[in-house]
Nanobody, 126 residues
Framework: QVQLVESGGGLVQAGDALTLSCAASGRTFSNFAMGWFRQAPGKERNFVAGISQFGGHTYYFDFAKGRFTISRDNAKNTVYLQMNSLRPEDTAVYYC???????????????????WGQGTQVTVSS
């Protein structure tokens, strides 16, 4: 059983930066690969970035490459999403999620994740 709680969202201006945090329960956080997804109103929940159990491998959707950085601190049971140069189209609810393994072939698929947080709102004004 894993519980995930996102934080760090808010209202920012275009070009600003935000770092989201996702705190996980338990002492076996490193057993899970982690991912970030986002969902804008009326749209599907889409993959943003994924990270392997010890942070050695990362995978980003195209829009996130060069702007977003996923990282983790297993001692703190926390995964982060650093977002730079934010754009209005980044406005969404951002969710973190956990899965038992990392596989770059399917890390972007929602149905491979077993646990989900409740999300944190990110709003970027133009």
């Amino acid at each position: 059983q894993v519980q995930l709680v996102e934080s760090g969202g808010g209202l920012v201006q275009a070009g600003d930066a935000l770092t989201l945090s996702c705190a996980a329960s338990g002492r076996t956080f490193s057993n899970f690969a982690m991912g970030w997804f986002r969902q804008a109103p009326g749209k599907e929940r889409n993959f943003v970035a994924g990270i392997s159990q010890f942070g050695g491998h990362t995978y980003y959707f195209d829009f996130a490459k060069g702007r977003f950085t996923i990282s983790r601190d297993n001692a703190k049971n926390t995964v982060y999403l650093q977002m730079n140069s934010l754009r209005p189209e980044d406005t969404a609810v951002y969710y973190c999620a956990a899965r038992p393994t990392y596989d770059s072939r399917n890390i972007f698929l929602r149905n491979t994740y077993d646990y989900w947080g409740q999300g944190t709102q990110v709003t970027v004004s133009s």
